[in-house]
């Protein structure tokens, strides 16, 4: 294991300009990469759609024609939801959505009609608006039982323009 540093890795201001300006290049150094690398992945994506293109239009149509031949046949399932052939299963599922055309006209007519219900359908959900307490005294702030956390951190910003000296 090698030796652990004591302090901090440069003496001057100057050096740390230099550890900005490295970070600088690393950074531009990065972000070419990954444009070409997403350069890359979106020519290989139009390869992948041309290539495709006729396969996808194809089953489109191979959809379409299964449902109409499945909707004409359904007799032939003979009350059940689907039928097993050799290369797969056709089926027919029901599925129902709750569609709410007007909420406030439904949370208001829940309250009318059940009282008793409300608590049940109707969601409040509570929460303190923090960018107006956060102007509140401390004192103020303690009746309450909030506290405000200060913290430094520490940042620091290259120059892209002036990195390439």
């Given at each position: 294991?090698?030796?652990?540093?004591?302090?901090?890795a440069?003496?001057?201001?100057?050096?740390?300009?230099?550890?900005?300006?490295?970070?600088?290049?690393?950074d531009?150094?990065?972000?070419?990469?990954?444009?070409?690398?997403?350069?890359?992945?979106e020519?290989?994506?139009?390869?992948h759609?041309?290539?495709?293109?006729a396969?996808?239009?194809?089953?489109?149509?191979?959809?379409?024609?299964?449902?109409?031949f499945?909707?004409?046949?359904?007799?032939?399932?003979e009350?059940?939801?689907?039928?097993?052939?050799?290369?797969?299963?056709?089926?027919?599922r029901?599925?129902?959505?709750?569609?709410?055309?007007?909420?406030?006209?439904?949370?208001?007519?829940?309250?009318?009609?059940?009282?008793?219900?409300v608590?049940?359908?109707?969601?409040?959900?509570?929460?303190?608006?923090?960018e107006?307490?956060?102007?509140?005294?401390s004192?103020?702030l303690?009746?309450?039982?909030?506290?405000?956390?200060?913290?430094?951190t520490?940042?620091?910003?290259?120059?892209y323009?002036?990195?390439?000296?």
């Amino acid at each position: 294991m090698g030796k652990k540093r004591v302090g901090p890795a440069w003496t001057d201001w100057n050096e740390a300009d230099e550890a900005l300006r490295r970070i600088g290049e690393i950074d531009r150094a990065e972000k070419a990469s990954e444009l070409a690398m997403n350069r890359q992945i979106e020519t290989a994506r139009e390869v992948h759609r041309e290539k495709t293109a006729a396969m996808v239009a194809e089953r489109k149509v191979l959809e379409k024609d299964l449902k109409q031949f499945a909707e004409s046949r359904r007799a032939d399932l003979e009350g059940k939801q689907s039928k097993e052939l050799h290369h797969g299963t056709v089926s027919f599922r029901r599925a129902s959505k709750l569609i709410v055309h007007n909420e406030a006209n439904s949370i208001t007519a829940v309250k009318r009609v059940f009282p008793e219900q409300v608590a049940a359908v109707v969601a409040v959900k509570e929460s303190l608006r923090k960018e107006v307490i956060e102007k509140w005294a401390s004192s103020d702030l303690a009746a309450i039982g909030v506290t405000t956390d200060e913290k430094e951190t520490f940042g620091y910003e290259t120059k892209y323009e002036e990195a390439t000296r």
